[in-house]
């Protein structure tokens, strides 16, 4: 007598689908079993999800912060020919002034709106010692054409007082921590002193306008001022240290097309110190220290994302082992009635594949809700080395969807995977041997 | 007629150059050799003192070991031409270090410490005659030759009793703030003639702060050989 499994007028997509149900029945035989070794998968699901949405986190803010503070989507600047990078989050701020920067910025932004160049803006940065009534501090100066900079504004808005204004030469924008150190308000005076690039010194009094809300530790001890009161301070008339170049498509693939096109807008300027050169660097080649704690984080992702497959690994083929064992004489009476061995591949298979999506869609669900949670309320970095590794200092996870399948179908991958050696070992058995089992 | 010519001439006061190389080496000589002590003073932390000989020829080369405390003997500041060197004994290398840095954690900067002479730096005219810490100076105002020299502007004061003794001096940047001052005083006789023994400088950058350079011993007129001025002799440490 033919049975149920024999034969499948419906074709293979029915019998699938009937052993699929098959499949998911049984989950339900071993209910403390299969909750046990599901439940491995359910949180290991749910790290996945985790652990991408604050690597994704990371990654975006830094790299955010990065375009929107120091390169834009490509960055001018001048490097020695020696140049070396440091991984440092300061590599991105030239060493040397680009001479007639900001003629320069305003003809790449006429000239390459064909390569996709929106807005081209120059800014001067260099190290300082701010003073304020008996306190010091080092401190970097950056000189902004300020309402050309509505990235930089909305990435370190103000906790009190204003940003800085078009041609208000006389007033500094600075960040909470140096305002704390020196005792700093909005209203109150405080004082530069620098070396200029040619040797001398130079000093500039100016008046705190706003304090603002940094976000890497690494801007602690920053100040803004007008392009033109930097380069009154560093003695540098109409130039810059840097060009910062916002692109229409800010990808990285984006950005490396625009690159060599601007590159021959900017040819080799008068005036470049002897053994340097003008180079136009993508965002993710100025900001190399950004993604190196990205690429970090990538790494420790992976890394755990290999044990915990593991662990659930061992977990689902123990279990599914456990199953073959007590249904060894379940296996036996099918395969006396006639029951393939690829049949009871399939079947074994498609449990563990049963588990695994189920597992992956409670994981997944977990995961994303702890995400959503953390990202809408953030993660206080509280120590330095923390706020360093965040670049903030607060991290705010980042969802996505691509994360989230990335992790469901891996799981529900890994469980199918994970249940080939009990299938195999089922087809294995004799029915005379298994029905004979106690 | 003539008479009176030379009573006029020997009653107007020097020309601003001349009272500048008169007060450049009113302190160290052309070439020298001395034995001082600095002592770095900063508000609520104890005082660093250390002692150091130099040796000193024309306006460009000049060399200071570190003679004491035992921990820092040997640290050597060597500067020749435009040229700063720095050696430090336990790493046992020799470093570029910039003219405008601090020298030895103080208030002075190495170009204040080498380069005595601001006559190759500066234009001077005379800006007055006036009573400065009790003496009768000229009032100098000195202008930087070019945007590279540390100060672009400082105001000195000078004794106007014909020793021309450096009193005073104000350091001022580009924008005019005034950076730094120091005093010389303490005129006392050593090696063979009367000069300011003690040179204090004081800073805005660190209100409280100053650093003292107290002279011990100087010897004047030493012929030095070229070869001490040289960095390899530096990390050898001849």
């Not at chain 1, 690429?295 to 689902?316: D, K």
Request: charged share 20%; hydrophobic share 45%.
């Amino acid at each position: 007598m033919p049975t149920a499994w024999l034969r499948y007028p419906g074709g293979a997509t029915l019998e699938m689908m009937r052993l699929l149900g098959i499949a998911f029945r049984n989950l339900t035989r071993a209910k403390r079993r299969n909750a046990l070794s599901g439940g491995t998968m359910v949180l290991g699901s749910a790290a996945l999800v985790l652990g991408s949405g604050l690597s994704d986190g990371i990654a975006r803010q830094l790299t955010d912060n990065l375009v929107a503070v120091q390169t834009g989507h490509l960055l001018v600047l001048v490097r020695s020919d020696d140049f070396i990078p440091q991984n440092s989050p300061f590599d991105a701020y030239g060493q040397e002034l680009i001479p007639g920067a900001e003629e320069m910025a305003h003809r790449i932004e006429a000239e390459g709106k064909a390569v996709g160049v929106a807005r081209a803006v120059p800014y001067l940065h260099g190290r300082a010692t701010a003073m304020a009534g008996s306190r010091s501090s080092p401190a970097g100066v950056i000189g902004i054409e300020p309402s050309r900079e509505p990235e930089l504004r909305a990435a370190f808005p103000s906790i009190a007082g204003r940003f800085l204004a078009d041609g208000d030469d006389l007033s500094a924008y600075v960040a909470e921590p140096v305002a704390r150190k020196l005792r700093l308000g909005v209203g109150d005076a405080v004082s530069f002193v620098v070396q200029t690039p040619k040797g001398g010194l130079n000093s500039m009094d100016a008046v705190v306008c706003g304090v603002f809300k940094k976000n890497a530790p690494w801007y602690d001890a920053t100040f803004y001022v007008t392009l033109r009161a930097a380069q009154a301070l560093f003695d540098g008339a109409g130039s810059g240290t840097n060009i910062k170049i916002e692109l229409r498509d800010g990808s990285t693939s984006g950005a490396h097309r625009a690159r060599d096109a601007v590159a021959r807008m900017v040819g080799a300027p008068a005036g470049v110190p002897p053994r340097s050169r003008v180079r136009v660097e993508t965002f993710d080649e100025a900001g190399r220290f950004s993604f190196s704690i990205i690429q970090a984080n990538e790494a420790a992702l992976t890394i755990l994302s290999a044990f915990l497959f593991l662990a659930a690994g061992v977990g689902i083929v123990n279990a599914m082992l456990m199953s073959v064992h007590e249904r060894t004489r379940e296996i036996g009476t099918l395969r006396a009635l006639g029951m393939r061995r690829g049949l009871v591949v399939r079947l074994f298979l498609l449990e563990g594949f049963a588990l695994g999506v189920c597992a992956a869609v409670a994981g997944a669900t977990l995961g994303g809700v702890l995400v959503l949670r953390l990202g809408s309320q953030g993660i206080p970095m509280n120590t330095m080395t923390l706020a360093w590794m965040a670049g903030g200092d607060a991290l705010f996870p980042v969802l996505r969807a691509t994360s989230v399948a990335r992790a469901a179908g891996a799981i529900a991958l890994l469980s199918t995977l994970a249940a080939a050696y009990p299938a195999f070992a089922a087809s294995r058995l004799e029915p005379r041997e298994a029905l004979q089992h106690v | 007629m003539f008479s009176l010519l030379i009573l006029l001439l020997a009653a107007a006061p020097p020309d601003a150059e001349a009272i500048l190389r008169q007060a450049d080496k009113a302190v160290l000589g052309e070439t020298s050799v001395y034995t001082l002590r600095m002592t770095v003073v900063r508000p609520g932390k104890g005082d660093r003192v250390v002692e150091m000989r130099g040796w000193k020829k024309g306006d460009t080369q000049g060399l200071v070991r570190y003679t004491s405390p035992p921990k820092e003997r040997g640290t050597a500041y060597l500067r020749n031409g435009e040229s700063t060197w720095l050696y430090l004994p336990s790493g046992e290398k020799v470093v570029r270090v910039g003219a405008k840095q601090n020298f030895g954690g103080g208030d002075f900067s190495n170009a204040d410490i080498f380069r005595l002479s601001l006559v190759l730096d500066y234009t001077p005219t005379l800006a007055g005659e006036e009573e400065m810490e009790g003496q009768p100076c000229y009032k100098l105002e000195l202008k930087a030759k070019d945007r590279s020299v540390a100060y672009d502007r400082v105001v000195y004061w000078v004794r106007s009793d014909g020793t021309f003794y450096p009193v005073r001096a104000e350091y001022y940047t580009i924008a005019g703030k005034k950076l730094k001052w120091l005093t010389a005083s303490d005129v006392d006789l050593l090696g063979g003639r009367r000069r300011p023994t003690l040179l204090t400088m004081e800073n805005a950058l660190d209100a409280g702060a100053r650093t003292t350079l107290r002279f011990l011993a100087i010897e004047d007129g030493v012929k030095l050989d070229e070869t001490l001025f040289a960095p390899s002799a530096l990390e050898r440490g001849e």
